[in-house]
Nanobody
């Protein structure tokens, strides 16, 4: 059974940093793409970043390029999202997701989801 557990969310002032982590069990990282999505109140779930050990790619939504970095530890089945220069508009619940093939930015393409972790950026 696949489980994804996020951690690292919290409250931070604008300009600050947070590091989210997602630990996966029940899957082999080398066969998956791992993604981060976020959902703000009243908005649809939005792609943030993905890292794939299938096609060896990393992808970001334009709004976070240069500020966020996705990385992974294949041996520990953990993926991280380093978030720097945070803005109030980054406030959302952040979800980790896994897809059993090449990278995608569409939420419906992902097979497994974590429970989410809240990130709040104050102005």
């Amino acid at each position: 059974q696949v489980q994804l557990v996020e951690s690292g969310g919290g409250l931070v002032q604008a300009g600050g940093s947070l590091r989210l982590s997602c630990t996966a069990s029940g899957l082999t990282f080398s066969r998956y793409t791992m993604g981060w999505f976020r959902q703000a109140p009243g908005k649809e779930r939005e792609f943030v970043a993905a890292i794939s050990w299938v096609d060896f790619t990393t992808n970001y939504v334009d709004s976070v390029k240069g500020r966020f970095t996705i990385s992974g530890d294949n041996a520990q089945n953990t993926v991280h999202l380093q978030m720097n220069s945070l803005k109030p508009e980054d406030t959302a619940i952040y979800y980790c997701a896994a897809r059993r093939t090449i990278a995608s930015s569409s939420a419906r393409d992902y097979d497994y989801w974590g429970q989410g972790t809240q990130v709040t950026v104050s102005s």
